[in-house]
């Protein structure tokens, strides 16, 4: 005769787990192409192998004549974070496997609250509306340090940038912790 076992049950099997890459299919969306992080953000992707779209305000973005830009991995499209019509724009469809945002205040337009605050927030809110699986933010690794002082010098210095961030990371982080939200 066995004895009975007293340890819990095994959980149900929450099913496959999700994958941990871009499939080869999507396109990876990267939002403010032409900064620095961002052209390395689509360095990254193309390198890869994936599709990449690099995206701006304006639409430019010069790649140069790399393999990627010949054989059509390559394309660019108008977004502007601050608007929810264009991030739908290039956003939906189901093509997208991963949107990385890597836009930021800038001289040459949009200042903190609405890009660093505001722009991550209606990102966050497209990719969850279009079923894009993967938000991929680059932030800074002092935004969640507020007393350190590299945080204090680039808030000083960048007009609120910091605590902008922290503001709408918070609230992308609450959007994607509430199971019920749909963008």
Not at 117 to 123: A, D, E, I, W, Y
Not at 128 to 139: A, D, M, Q, W, Y
């Amino acid at each position: 005769a066995q004895t009975p076992s007293h340890a819990p049950p095994p959980p149900p099997s929450p099913g496959p787990p999700p994958p941990t890459t871009v499939p080869r299919d999507r396109s990876v969306v990267v939002l403010g192409a032409n900064g620095g992080t961002g052209r390395e953000c689509v360095a990254a992707a193309l390198a890869s192998g994936r599709r990449c779209v690099a995206t701006s305000r304006s639409g430019a973005f010069e790649y140069g004549d790399g393999p990627a830009a010949a054989d059509g991995r390559l394309t660019t499209a108008a977004a502007d974070v601050t608007s929810p019509e264009s991030l739908d724009a290039v956003l939906r469809g189901g093509g997208v496997g991963a949107a990385i945002f890597a836009a930021s205040a800038s001289t040459k337009g949009g200042d903190a609250d609405a890009v660093d605050r505001q722009g991550v927030v209606n990102c966050a809110r497209a990719c969850l509306r279009h079923g894009v699986p993967r938000l991929v933010v680059v932030s800074s690794g002092t935004v969640t340090r507020p007393d350190a002082a590299v945080y204090k010098l680039l808030n000083f210095v960048g007009k609120g940038i910091m605590a902008a961030k922290i503001v709408g990371e918070d609230a992308v982080r609450e959007l994607y912790a509430d199971p019920d939200v749909r963008g």
